[in-house]
Every structure is written in C-alpha cells, then in structure tokens.
C-alpha cells in the first residue's frame, strides 16, 4: 500500500506542477504531459498481465497508481484553466 500512495502522490505532484509551468506560457504540453502518463499506466497494466505472478501484480499496482495520478492532474490542470478563462470574460 505504501508504494502505490507514494506513486501516485509523486506523480500527481510531478504532473500537476508541470503542467501549471506549461499553463502559464500558454502551451499545449500542459494536457499532453498527463496524456502520455495515462497511457504509460495503461500500458504498465497491460504489460503486467502478460507478466502473471507476484511480480505482475506489483506491476499493475504500479502502473494503476502511474494512471491514477496522470489522470488526476489532467482533471485538476483542466478545471484551472477553465476557472482562469472564466475569470477573464468575467
């Protein structure tokens, strides 16, 4: 269980920051940062099914918690993004 909480805080803490950075010069690799972290999970989880065992399992843990915490940073980069385009038409 420590494990997959220290994964998935690092990198939403890694993701969410860089993504911010990116924001801020207007870029599109604020999204495609958190993209390729989802898909990098995804394909952890697939691996891990070919993989079987223990190990496989410590694998899946791995790349679910790598999926989680891409996905939550791209979730919380949209939402400020769109609260700061909203702040402006206001």
Do not use: C, E, H
């Amino acid at each position: 269980m420590g494990i997959f909480v220290t994964v998935l805080v690092a990198t939403f803490i890694i993701l969410a920051s860089v993504s911010i950075y990116f924001q801020t010069k207007n870029s599109p690799l604020q999204y495609m940062l958190s993209i390729i972290g989802i898909i990098i999970g995804l394909l952890i989880i697939g691996i891990s099914f070919l993989n079987g065992n223990w190990q496989g399992l410590s694998l899946g843990t791995i790349g679910f918690a790598i999926f989680l915490g891409s996905a939550m940073a791209f979730i919380i980069t949209a939402i400020i993004a769109n609260m700061r385009d909203l702040k402006k038409q206001l």
